[in-house]
């Protein structure tokens, strides 16, 4: 009896978390971006004040896969 409900209740996840999986996917590799950026490249950082090195380039991202969607 418990095969059933579990296969019932894991289906209903799926579905429902089917639509979240882009936004999860998108904050993933978001993360890995920052982690990389900060981490294996601190030369960004040795110079500038706080993050900004980081940042920069975060949002310098961001605002290329915004234009790449805008005019794709």
Do not use: C, H, K, Y
Not at 23 to 44: C, S
Not at 56 to 69: C, E
């Amino acid at each position: 009896m418990v095969e059933p409900v579990g296969g019932i209740v894991g289906a209903t996840v799926v579905s429902f978390s089917q639509s979240f999986l882009p936004w999860g996917m998108a904050a993933a590799a978001g993360t890995m971006l920052f982690v990389i950026v900060d981490e294996i490249i601190p030369e960004i950082d040795r110079e500038s004040i706080a993050q900004e090195g980081t940042l920069g380039i975060m949002t310098g991202f961001v605002t290329m896969m915004f234009l790449d969607i805008a005019f794709g």
